[in-house]
């Protein structure tokens, strides 16, 4: 939103005319193409008559569409009587919907249901748990439905997502911007919709005028875009739709300084909020001082050091963490060879509203250091193998939580992550392989990686870190990344490795080339998994592919039911998915902690 209002502020323009350019030359276009009728949020908290009287106020105010939340009480019939008695009390013309936030069963959603078939909603939107079930509920009762959060679930690729929502039953999309990733992502879904048949309805988060006031824009030009699909396919264009964009009736103060004004129109009687004012707000936004409590400069991340004994060597493992002090929430991110865990701090950043994120810098990597102990002559040195790594952060987990963590690891860290995925149910709840392998099959295929990653480890120890950084970054895989506008800075932050002996000794003992397969473990795997790829990268896709039929080689789940292990393929990025596209991987990652009920 941000950059597409700069480049109006560039242009001496409005947001509405970036998305929309014809609209300036268009003279014909009806009066109320410059307005955005506005739809009511109403809890249905207190009792029916509350409920309903609360209703008809808005009703009394101007107020059209309303929409009520439902599904927080513990009897769906509960929910049905506030329905029925709203309906009562304001009429057939005005358009009710209802949003159940997908906390019904579906047997709690048809018992819903059967209660209010006489009620002419416009709408249930996401009336069950699970969206397999959206379909079904709609053909059983024949009630419309409307899709919201199942929209948030399909980001990486939502026209293909889509697809099996076409049915007429489904009559709505409901768009939060915010949360579908931004304003093309919303135009692209509402075309869709427009193209079906379908309503598209822009909703808000609880922003404040300013971010009202790019979504009244936006709802007008996907009422534009509604006219021009409609001209094109010879069809007759849906009415003006009421946005749901109600929720600045919630905000006791706005932080800005002239806040928007919604009001009741003295052309058409209605409560609709004015295009030209929002552009106003967005192009003379001032700050409202006087409610800004404090300035949030962010979250701190906690640095601290941790001691680990393990096959008679210590280690002083370096951890930085962030989030709630909590114990059942925990996700621990594994970085690859060269890196630190200072790759994911700002996806740990985005998380940590709700997880408590920690990042580790594995050994020879970043603060973490092997302790000596006797002279340097006689000390042997410490195997650096997957397996040796695991069993250190086996150990380190012990001291950070007495519960499990969920492991998110790349490339080295992936195949670390896997491993003790398989291996150490004890302390793992589930992984996120990105970008990672269980290692080669072919006994002729490791012995030669041996070879070329000891060469390589001989090539850092003889001709430095430098030369051997310009040489690694050379490789095809990371053609997308040499792309990125950060690569230089990302080189130059491996360049502060300074423990050049024990990286080579990494580089040659955790090679892939002496790692024991995990092919066959594959199929026995106990927790949930998923498997994250770079749509460049395709060498780990035709990987990630694999390790799927493994995974899931008996053509079921662990328990018949539940799916437990799937691929997402993050577009425009190649093998350093976190580095060159977080955000979708950010998505990701939430959505598999939703699934597997921790977040």
């Known amino acids: 939103?941000?950059?597409?209002?700069?480049?109006?502020?560039?242009?001496?323009?409005?947001?509405?005319?970036?998305?929309?350019?014809?609209?300036?030359?268009?003279?014909?276009?009806?009066?109320?193409?410059?307005?955005?009728?506005?739809?009511?949020?109403?809890?249905?908290?207190?009792?029916?008559?509350?409920?309903?009287?609360?209703?008809?106020?808005?009703?009394?105010?101007?107020?059209?569409?309303?929409?009520?939340?439902?599904?927080?009480?513990?009897?769906?019939?509960?929910?049905?009587?506030?329905?029925?008695?709203?309906?009562?009390?304001?009429?057939?013309?005005?358009?009710?919907?209802?949003?159940?936030?997908?906390?019904?069963?579906?047997?709690?959603?048809?018992?819903?249901?059967?209660?209010?078939?006489?009620?002419?909603?416009?709408?249930?939107?996401?009336?069950?748990?699970?969206?397999?079930?959206?379909?079904?509920?709609?053909?059983?009762?024949?009630?419309?439905?409307?899709?919201?959060?199942?929209?948030?679930?399909?980001?990486?690729?939502?026209?293909?997502?889509?697809?099996?929502?076409?049915?007429?039953?489904?009559?709505?999309?409901?768009?939060?911007?915010?949360?579908?990733?931004?304003?093309?992502?919303?135009?692209?879904?509402?075309?869709?919709?427009?193209?079906?048949?379908?309503?598209?309805?822009?909703?808000?988060?609880?922003?404040?005028?300013?971010?009202?006031?790019?979504?009244?824009q936006l709802s007008c030009y996907i009422e534009l875009q509604n006219a021009d699909i409609c001209r094109v396919m010879n069809k007759e264009p849906f009415p003006s739709i009421a946005h749901g964009l109600g929720t600045y009736r919630w905000l006791k103060e706005d932080v800005t300084s002239e806040p928007l004004n919604i009001h009741r129109s003295p052309y058409s009687g209605l409560i609709e909020a004015s295009v030209d004012d929002a552009g106003r707000i967005l192009e003379k936004f001032q700050v409202n001082h006087k409610v800004i409590l404090r300035t949030f400069t962010g979250e701190e991340v906690h640095k601290y050091q941790l001691t680990v004994d393990s096959e008679g060597f210590s280690f002083s493992i370096n951890v930085q963490e962030i989030g709630p002090s909590i114990v059942n929430n925990v996700v621990m991110f594994l970085h690859g060879f060269l890196g630190t865990g200072e790759d994911w701090i700002p996806i740990m950043k985005a998380m940590s509203g709700s997880v408590r994120c920690i990042a580790v810098d594995l050994p020879a990597h970043g603060g973490s250091k092997k302790q000596n102990h006797g002279t340097m002559e006689t000390a042997r040195e410490p195997s650096l193998s997957i397996d040796a790594v695991a069993n250190i952060l086996h150990k380190l987990i012990g001291n950070i939580t007495t519960g499990k963590v969920t492991l998110v690891g790349y490339s080295m860290g992936a195949r670390i992550a896997l491993y003790m995925a398989l291996r150490c149910t004890t302390k793992v709840e589930g992984a996120v392989i990105v970008s990672g392998s269980p290692g080669l099959r072919n006994v002729s295929a490791r012995k030669l990686r041996r070879a070329k990653d000891d060469s390589k480890a001989c090539s850092l120890l003889a001709h430095g870190l430098e030369l051997f950084l310009d040489a690694w970054y050379a490789g095809e895989l990371w053609n997308s990344l040499r792309d990125h506008p950060h690569f230089k800075k990302i080189v130059a932050s491996r360049l502060q490795l300074d423990d050049i002996q024990t990286l080579a000794r990494v580089l040659s003992d955790s090679s892939i080339g002496r790692q024991l397969p995990l092919w066959e473990e594959l199929r026995h795997y106990k927790v949930p998994i998923l498997l994250v790829v770079g749509e460049k990268d395709d060498k780990f896709k035709r990987i990630a592919q694999e390790m799927f039929q493994e995974f899931n080689h008996n053509g079921k789940t662990k328990d018949n039911s539940l799916d437990i292990c799937e691929i997402v393929e993050v577009p425009n990025c190649g093998h350093a998915v976190h580095l060159e596209n977080p955000l979708p991987l950010i998505r990701t990652i939430r959505r598999f902690l939703k699934k597997s009920k921790r977040v």
């Open 1 to 216: 939103m941000a950059i597409l209002n700069a480049l109006a502020a560039r242009e001496g323009s409005s947001l509405l005319n970036i998305l929309h350019p014809e609209k300036a030359a268009e003279v014909e276009l009806p009066e109320q193409s410059l307005t955005v009728q506005i739809c009511a949020l109403v809890d249905s908290n207190g009792t029916p008559k509350d409920v309903a009287d609360i209703a008809a106020a808005l009703v009394g105010e101007g107020f059209t569409a309303i929409k009520i939340k439902v599904a927080r009480r513990p009897d769906p019939v509960e929910d049905a009587r506030v329905i029925k008695e709203v309906r009562k009390k304001v009429g057939h013309l005005i358009s009710l919907r209802v949003d159940a936030n997908r906390n019904w069963t579906y047997e709690e959603a048809l018992q819903f249901s059967s209660s209010v078939m006489d009620c002419d909603l416009q709408y249930i939107e996401e009336p069950v748990r699970d969206e397999d079930d959206i379909i079904k509920f709609s053909e059983q009762t024949g009630l419309p439905v409307a899709l919201d959060e199942t929209i948030g679930n399909i980001l990486e690729n939502p026209l293909e997502g889509l697809a099996k929502f076409t049915h007429s039953g489904v009559a709505a999309v409901v768009i939060k911007p915010s949360v579908v990733g931004g304003f093309e992502n919303a135009a692209l879904i509402s075309r869709w919709a427009q193209q079906h048949g379908k309503m598209s309805v822009v909703s808000a988060t609880f922003e404040s005028s300013v971010g009202l006031s790019a979504y009244i």
